[in-house]
């Protein structure tokens, strides 16, 4: 049973990165998934979230505009493009899948956890 985040990196204020989650050995395509996202010193903070559809979306204040989720779940797979990036966007991201199918932006709502991907976004 595996989440896997990947595409973070080191971008600059502006930039563009594009996040992947992949799940293995555990069904995806009938819950909600959702990203988190953690920086030094600080609580985590909920980013997105979809339905098990893709029908529904939910984005954190802080994202709205320039964050996008969506899903596709033919590859059991999870995307959140994030564009403009700025400095405040800088943490180490995890993506979770919901306990059901309904989207949460509450990290109880979420059993199974990736093991996160760094996003740097330099000044």
């Known amino acids: 049973v595996q989440l896997q985040a990947s595409g973070g990196g080191l971008v600059q204020i502006g930039g563009s990165l594009r996040l992947s989650c992949a799940a293995s050995?555990?069904?995806?395509?009938?819950?909600?998934v959702g990203w988190f996202r953690q920086a030094p010193g600080k609580e985590r903070e909920f980013v997105s979230a979809i339905s098990w559809s893709g029908g529904s979306t939910y984005y954190g204040d802080s994202v709205k505009g320039r964050f996008t989720i969506s899903r596709d779940n033919a590859k059991n797979t999870v995307y959140l493009q994030m564009n403009s990036l700025e400095p405040e966007d800088t943490a180490v991201y995890y993506c979770?899948?919901?306990?059901?199918?309904?989207?949460?932006?509450?990290?109880?709502?979420?059993?199974?956890w990736g093991q996160g991907t760094q996003v740097t976004v330099s000044s």
């Open positions: 979770a899948r919901a306990k059901s199918s309904r989207i949460s932006g509450d990290y109880t709502g979420y059993d199974y």
């Open positions: 050995g555990l069904t995806f395509s009938a819950y909600a």
